[in-house]
């Protein structure tokens, strides 16, 4: 199949018209930014549609509308079901969101809480996997922009991801936090409407029977319930979608902003919402055979599979809706990140009497790093997006535990914390290129588990809560 549906001419036309929408709004946003906490987090004054918004759409990634269906082709049901799974990382931090706000009504990033509930160099660990996973998304992000204009368009892949992340990075740039949560308000809309009619038209275009007596056919094993590789990835997506919120500080930064009491009912709805998005973009690519797309790359499935159906405008309707998937999730990324180097790493190690003032100027240089260094590991485009994201499973499970354990029971100690995500990793890593990435995160979250319990009965410490609201 001829992967182009788009004309160059569109796709550039596209491309500057939400570039320049994305960016002007984020300018007019963010001339009411006159402080830190107005830049960072919104002002901590984020209401429920907002909240739910922001929280649902960011969680809508460049995985949600390219890696599911890419799993999907390559694990079937499972494939949908398990990336599905991933909603529980939402609905779980939901009440910890408001157990985050609690603690720490005036806190600024995850990495605050660490540093706080277990000393330096629990933090340290805590720091190193999260900017390996931070960079491990934005990469995958801007890979994502780059095989979406060259799936739909003909354009080089350096095009693409050169564009989203030259957008997100300016209107990020100029509105802070505030851009980001509005942004992604209707980005939201724009995808909740897109999902909706690929997944109408694929049902009454092509038809269930249809694409069941297709992959019975040609790839039963993608209907085989008892698939092991595919029931592995399952439980590991379970405990990467869970380890990727609950460490992550796009999240903790949600908490902080999301005015009081406000938290736990826009995580809950909006991982209700978010469960069934997997389950709809994955299912587009059972029906690859019965369309006859064949792609040249798993992970362009899902694009090729919705222009196939819609056609050529509706490629365009495609393109808008995919490109809106990986703005809302980058431009969280970019703020949140930022937002730990300048915080943690630059007050944190590097200058600690660093008024809010130079903060401020810190947070905006650190953005337009994070862009360049993500451009530049963007550009030989190393592996798939389902590839590199379950690499980073290896990381984020590692932090469950100690995050579970350091929000909720005094006892755990920082070497424990620390022990648990550095080796928790290690042996997460070692299962991903010994036995393959279905397995990372689980064996990852599991030692990290092990660890922490042993930390538990070895040494006991009764930590005082109110050391967090310093």
Not at 136 to 154: P, Y
């Amino acid at each position: 199949m001829n992967s182009v549906v788009i004309s160059t001419e569109w796709a550039f036309t596209i491309l500057l018209a939400f570039g320049v929408l994305w960016v002007a709004f984020g300018w007019w946003l963010g001339r009411s930014n006159k402080s830190l906490d107005d830049f960072m987090l919104a002002g901590r004054n984020v209401g429920f549609a907002f909240a739910s918004a922001t929280a649902m759409a960011t969680w809508i990634t460049s995985n949600t509308t390219l890696v599911a269906p890419q799993l999907t082709y390559q694990f079937g049901i499972w494939g949908m079901v398990g990336y599905s799974m991933a909603a529980l990382g939402l609905l779980l931090f939901a009440p910890m969101a408001q157990r985050i706000k609690a603690l720490m009504p005036h806190g600024h990033t995850c990495g605050d809480f660490i540093r706080m509930r277990y000393g330096f160099w629990a933090w340290i660990v805590f720091l190193i996997v999260s900017l390996f996973y931070a960079f491990g998304w934005l990469v995958s992000l801007g890979m994502a922009g780059g095989i979406l204009l060259s799936a739909l368009s003909g354009l080089d892949y350096h095009i693409g991801m050169t564009a989203i992340l030259v957008i997100c990075v300016c209107y990020t740039l100029l509105g802070g936090l505030k851009a980001v949560i509005a942004t992604d308000f209707v980005q939201t809309i724009i995808i909740l409407s897109g999902v909706v009619l690929i997944a109408y038209i694929g049902i009454t275009e092509v038809g269930l029977d249809t694409i069941h007596s297709t992959v019975s056919e040609e790839s039963p094993q993608l209907l085989n319930l008892l698939f092991p590789a595919a029931i592995m990835f399952l439980f590991n997506n379970v405990f990467f979608g869970i380890g990727e919120i609950f460490h992550s500080n796009v999240w903790w930064s949600r908490a902080f902003a999301f005015k009081e009491k406000i938290g736990k009912r826009a995580f809950l709805l909006s991982g209700m919402l978010w469960m069934p998005i997997p389950i709809v973009t994955g299912f587009a690519a059972l029906a690859a055979s019965s369309l006859n797309v064949y792609p040249p790359s798993a992970d362009m499935i899902g694009p090729l599979i919705a222009a196939k159906l819609l056609g050529k405008i509706g490629a365009i309707f495609v393109f808008i809706v995919v490109f809106s998937a990986l703005a809302s999730s980058l431009d969280s990324l970019l703020a949140a990140t930022s937002d730990l180097i300048t915080k943690d790493i630059y007050k944190g190690l590097i200058n600690k009497q660093a008024d809010k003032q130079k903060l401020f100027k810190i947070s905006k240089y650190s953005i337009l790093i994070l862009g360049v260094i993500t451009w530049i590991l963007c550009l030989p485009k190393m592996t798939t997006l389902g590839a590199l994201l379950n690499f980073t499973g290896a990381f984020v499970a590692s932090t469950i535990w100690p995050i579970v354990f350091g929000l909720y029971y005094r006892r755990l100690n920082g070497v424990g914390a620390a022990l648990a995500m550095a080796l928790g990793t290690s042996c997460g890593l070692l299962a991903y290129w010994l036995v393959g990435f279905y397995v990372a995160a689980l064996t990852s979250c599991l030692v990290s588990l092990v660890i922490c319990l042993f930390a538990l009965v070895l040494k006991d410490q009764k930590f005082e809560w109110k050391d967090l609201q310093q």
